[in-house]
T-cell receptor
Framework: QQQVKQSPQSLIVQKGGISIINCAYE??????FPWYQQFPGKGPALLIA?????SEKKEGRFTISFNKSAKQFSLHIMDSQPGDSATYFC?????????????FGQGTTLQVKP | EAQVTQNPRYLITVTGKKLTVTCSQN?????MSWYRQDPGLGLRQIYY???????DKGDVPEGYKVSRKEKRNFPLILESPSPNQTSLYFC????????????FGNGTRLTVT
């Protein structure tokens, strides 16, 4: 019940295309869903996050879509650029709890071809 | 510059030889945590600390120890490393609120032969 399942494991997209990464969770108590971006040799960094009171959040070319009934959320990268090539992790937590432990997905390696 | 600093970046050791990976943050964060990253498994939490002298197990604590004697430091100790602890390790910190972003260090790649 604590798992977050992420797909696909890897993704190749042409420059200018749309990259879509999907995540599914089981624990209905989760109320915070961030996405982290990791470049080679670096630690993950927060990219964008959503809470379940909204179905979509957009920041520049990055959009999170959230489907509470299906217990799924996804990251859409519009007009993908070679600089977006990185590993992306979705995560979920019960932010209202004392520890707010983040459960991470398995990661998706994105390659954007010029 | 606000940052989480881990040392060393790379470490090769042999089975059974005790080692410590240091982690320090300069953001006055209460919460600190250690993760390991393995292909296909994502990031899994090893230990976390809510504040000084308060630590607790994460999802994969076996074979690891931590301590939190000062707010800024959170070392990870492997008293008797084994090959299955070969991995990429990350230290992270955040402020008290659970909706606050985690700030990660740049990782320590450990190889145990």
């Amino acid at each position: 019940q604590q798992q977050v399942k992420q797909s696909p494991q890897s993704l190749i997209v042409q420059k200018g295309g749309i990259s879509i990464i999907n995540c599914a969770y089981e624990n209905t108590a989760f109320d915070y869903f961030p996405w982290y971006q990791q470049f080679p040799g670096k630690g993950p960094a927060l990219l964008i996050a959503i809470r379940p009171d909204v179905s979509e959040k957009k920041e520049g070319r990055f959009t999170i879509s959230f489907n509470k009934s299906a217990k799924q959320f996804s990251l859409h990268i519009m007009d993908s650029q070679p600089g977006d090539s990185a590993t992306y992790f979705c995560a979920a937590s019960k932010g209202s709890s004392n520890t707010g432990k983040l459960i991470f997905g398995q990661g998706t390696t994105l390659q954007v071809k010029p | 510059e606000a940052q989480v600093t881990q040392n060393p970046r790379y470490l090769i050791t042999v089975t059974g030889k005790k080692l410590t990976v240091t982690c320090s943050q300069n953001m006055n964060h209460e919460y600190m945590s250690w993760y390991r990253q393995d292909p296909g498994l994502g990031l899994r939490q090893i230990y976390y600390s809510m504040n000084v002298e308060v630590t607790d197990k994460g999802d994969v604590p076996e074979g690891y120890k931590v301590s939190r004697k000062e707010k800024r430091n959170f070392p990870l100790i492997l008293e008797s490393p084994s090959p299955n602890q070969t991995s990429l390790y990350f230290c992270a910190s955040r402020s008290q609120g659970a909706y606050s972003p985690l700030h990660f260090g740049n990782g320590t790649r450990l190889t145990v032969t």
